[in-house]
């Protein structure tokens, strides 16, 4: 595994390292002590598997509020997506800014969000399926979320027609959620 910090602060992409023979691959997906010696070791408590089935499809910009707030650390199994991330941590000198990495069956890659991050990803391929550990469980009156195409975050998505839950079509807006929150999550 090779952990590079990405420019938000917090933030790690882990370059996953397949052992290749005419068989295929062998990769180590997890490892405690190597995450722990990079500063990401975490007690996980969940981890969920999504299966979205078709490209440009949406989902989020989800956030669970303290006390539930999640670290999250991702990859994408089969297809590929664009995986997106908000710094919505009050303080913090990112606040309100977002990042992006495309993570792929094909590149092998992994994020490792932390906790007081908005999350979402837009599918690339007809057959996207994405796996991740959280480190809280999922608590529904906890989540809030924010508008895929807010006018503050600007985020650029690879669609301008996506398909979205209808929980997803209801979302607040940035200056919303900074109203609301009172300049971010204080974790």
Same mark, same amino acid.
Not at 96 to 114: C, R, T, V
Not at 157 to 163: A, E, F, H, I, S
Not at 171 to 186: P, Q, R, S, Y
């Given at each position: 595994?090779?952990?590079?910090?990405?420019?938000?602060?917090g933030v790690y992409e882990i370059q996953l390292q397949p052992h290749l023979d005419p068989r295929g691959f062998?990769?180590?997906?997890?490892?405690?002590?190597?995450?722990?010696?990079?500063?990401?070791?975490?007690?996980?408590?969940?981890?969920?598997? $999504?299966?979205?089935?078709?490209?440009?499809?949406?989902?989020?910009?989800?956030?669970?509020?303290?006390?539930? $707030?999640?670290?999250?650390?991702?990859?994408?199994?089969?297809?590929?997506?664009?995986?997106?991330?908000?710094?919505?941590?009050?303080?913090?000198?990112?606040?309100?800014?977002?990042?992006?990495?495309?993570? $792929?069956?094909?590149?092998?890659?992994?994020?490792?969000?932390?906790?007081?991050?908005?999350?979402?990803?837009?599918?690339?391929?007809?057959?996207s399926e994405v796996t991740y550990k959280v480190d809280n469980p999922y608590v529904p009156e906890s989540e809030?979320?924010?508008?895929?195409?807010?006018?503050?975050?600007?985020?650029?998505?690879?669609?301008?027609?996506?398909?979205?839950?209808?929980?997803?079509?209801?979302?607040?807006?940035?200056?919303?959620?900074?109203?609301?929150?009172?300049?971010?999550?204080?974790?």
């Amino acid at each position: 595994m090779k952990i590079t910090e990405r420019k938000l602060k917090g933030v790690y992409e882990i370059q996953l390292q397949p052992h290749l023979d005419p068989r295929g691959f062998f990769m180590r997906i997890f490892d405690e002590k190597i995450l722990e010696e990079a500063g990401l070791g975490r007690h996980w408590v969940q981890e969920n598997h $999504s299966r979205s089935e078709r490209a440009g499809i949406i989902r989020g910009l989800h956030i669970q509020m303290p006390p539930y $707030s999640e670290t999250k650390m991702l990859r994408c199994i089969q297809g590929s997506i664009i995986d997106y991330f908000v710094d919505l941590r009050k303080g913090s000198p990112t606040y309100g800014q977002w990042d992006s990495i495309e993570l $792929s069956a094909e590149n092998k890659k992994m994020i490792f969000i932390p906790r007081g991050f908005a999350h979402a990803f837009c599918t690339l391929s007809e057959i996207s399926e994405v796996t991740y550990k959280v480190d809280n469980p999922y608590v529904p009156e906890s989540e809030r979320a924010i508008i895929w195409n807010d006018p503050t975050l600007n985020i650029e998505w690879p669609t301008d027609n996506p398909q979205l839950s209808d929980k997803d079509l209801r979302n607040m807006t940035f200056k919303e959620f900074d109203e609301l929150t009172g300049g971010g999550v204080v974790l």
